[in-house]
């Protein structure tokens, strides 16, 4: 079968023939509706080196954003599994026996430095292929909701869902105000949660103007970059500041634009990772306001997220590409010309 393969650090991926994976104990064969292609698939073979802390071990198939059709069921399966059915798949896979595994949270496995793989798509080989396999209790059924406009909602989904959830004690009343800064597939899905989750206000921002419309088209207020951007940002606070902000980028200009706008008393989370840093002082920062980060979310969270996609809350913004052009999908993302999300959709039917 046809595959993405990072083959090697620092080196674009390739498009290939590997083997059609079998499905081992308590696995499932999936065949493949839609893989999203994320940023996090470039800093795999762009950015990391061999030995890096958080580098996975080439090779393998990208894509951690997966949603297709059960083909076979693998040892000890549960039959509740529907052969032919149509899953979305939780990608993190920790070590199963921690606290946070327990709880559904394996992004956060308390043994994953033990572990040889990270996720489905980083480290094991992914969705960006006619073919992958996962295990069975990381499939969220979708029942005859399409799989793949909904495939990238595993991460640009799950992602802005789980750093929402944290924040809603901040969003919680009235007058409250939410900023969401970078409004491409992760960003544009938090605007959609902000709004059917809370009853904030929402600013968005964006260099994009096109980015910037489609959040307007969602009921965001929303400002452009430039030197003046976070004061444009406190004018439509009435000075105050924002209650809760998310930075989908994680660079430190966007870092930097969180904080600033920060009401006191609010949480900024950083969710892209684009290694930007925060500097704190004591006179700068508004009181009791805080910077944190989140990663991904737990399997419970996922179910959540197909629900708000099942009753359609959240509307994925998806380009396709078939199996032909899955390298342009990541050529097209590395050059910032992907409106929302790329999706590969290895089955021609």
């Known amino acids: 079968m046809r595959a993405v393969v990072f083959e090697n650090y620092q080196e674009f991926p390739s498009l290939t023939e590997v083997p059609k994976p079998e499905p ?24 990391f080196e061999k030995g890096q802390t958080g580098a996975q071990k080439p090779p393998f198939v990208l894509g951690h ?30 070590c199963g026996q921690c606290r946070q595994c327990a709880q559904g949270l394996e992004t956060y496995c308390e043994n ?10 980083l480290g094991r080989d992914g969705g960006m292929a006619e073919y992958m396999t996962a295990p069975a209790h990381h499939l969220i059924p979708l029942g005859e909701a399409d799989p793949v406009a909904a495939a ?14 944290k924040a809603l004690p901040h969003l919680a009343g009235g007058g409250r105000y939410a900023l969401a800064i970078g409004l491409g597939g ?50 439509l ?12 980028v994680g660079a430190a200009p966007t870092v930097s634009t969180a904080a600033a706008s920060m009401a006191p008393g609010g949480r900024c989370t950083v969710v892209g990772i684009s290694g930007g840093t ?18 991904w979310g737990s399997v419970t969270e996922l179910w959540e997220v197909v629900d708000m996609y099942k009753a359609g809350q959240i509307r994925p913004d998806v380009e ?11 050529r097209k993302l590395e050059a910032g010309e992907v409106n929302g999300r790329a999706v590969v959709t290895p089955d021609p039917s």
């Open 186 to 235: 992760l960003g544009l899905v938090g605007v959609q949660i902000l709004r059917a989750l809370t009853g904030a206000t929402i600013i968005a921002t964006d260099v994009k103007e096109a980015a910037r419309e489609r959040a307007e088209a969602e009921g965001a207020l929303t400002v452009g970059a430039g030197e003046d951007q976070v004061e444009k940002i406190l004018a």
């Open 65 to 94: 954003e997966n949603a297709g059709w059960v083909e076979a069921l693998g040892p000890g399966v549960s039959e509740r599994i529907q052969v032919g059915g149509a899953y979305m798949v939780y990608g993190p896979i920790g």
């Open 24 to 47: 081992g104990p308590g696995e499932v064969l999936l065949r493949v509706a839609g893989a999203g292609a994320c940023h996090s698939d470039i800093s795999v073979y762009r950015v």
């Open 152 to 165: 990238p909602l595993a991460d640009a989904g799950l992602t802005p869902y789980h750093a929402i959830k």
């Open 237 to 248: 606070t009435g000075g105050r500041g924002v209650d809760a902000a998310f930075d989908f």
């Open 320 to 330: 396709r590409f078939s199996m032909d052009n899955a390298l342009e999908a990541y």
């Open 278 to 295: 925060h500097e704190f002082s004591f006179f700068t920062t508004p009181y009791e306001s805080y910077v944190t980060n989140t990663y």
């Open 112 to 121: 994953a430095a033990t572990l040889p793989y990270l996720a489905v798509g």
